[in-house]
């Protein structure tokens, strides 16, 4: 099993509670992610790079409308 990897995105685009949940619910949605925080501009998730990974998690928070800063 591979240990999980914990990353903060930054994510620009975000303005109000609903942009925080669209995210959360996004990233929560995908195997191998457990979401740590969410807020305004950013979000710190743990992740299993086994069955997943950042440009993949990034391309589920554009889908929702919101960038992912590098």
Do not use: W
């Not at 740590?36 to 086994?50: F, K, N």
């Not at 069955?51 to 929702?64: D, Q, V």
């Amino acid at each position: 099993m591979t240990s999980p990897h914990t990353q903060t995105l930054h994510i620009t685009g975000m303005s109000c509670a609903h942009c925080i949940r669209a995210v959360e619910d996004a990233l929560t949605s995908h195997d191998g992610v457990e979401v740590e925080s969410v807020e305004l501009g950013s979000a710190t998730i743990h992740y299993d790079p086994a069955k997943t990974n950042l440009t993949e998690l990034a391309a589920l928070i554009e889908e929702e409308g919101f960038a992912v800063k590098e």
